[in-house]
């Protein structure tokens, strides 16, 4: 589940390996381009953490951030 943080949307998303992590950030990318909203997210090994905040709107949540947070949500189930 998403949790509000500090004026953003941030989940961790957990994978086997550091390949199916990658794989995973690597699928985001179509949704993240259509949507034309970046995340900030790191990848440690098998673990990635993102965090979602729309910067032009004062680093505040949007519904650009919902709309991404259901986007990535939808890749990581075929993850799982």
């Known amino acids: 589940m998403w ?3 500090n004026n953003g949307l941030v989940k961790e998303f957990k994978f086997e ?3 199916t992590a990658m794989d995973f ?3 985001c990318i ?7 909203h970046h995340p900030e997210w790191s990848n ?9 905040t729309t910067h032009d709107e004062g680093n ?17 189930c075929h993850y799982q």
């Open 3 to 5: 949790e509000e943080n």
């Open 44 to 52: 440690v090994y098998n673990t990635v953490n993102v965090r979602l």
């Open 25 to 27: 950030m690597q699928e």
């Open 30 to 36: 179509a949704p993240i381009e259509t949507i034309n």
């Open 60 to 76: 505040t949540i949007t519904e650009k951030d919902r709309k991404l947070a259901i986007e990535i949500d939808r890749v990581y």
């Open 17 to 19: 390996d550091f390949q």
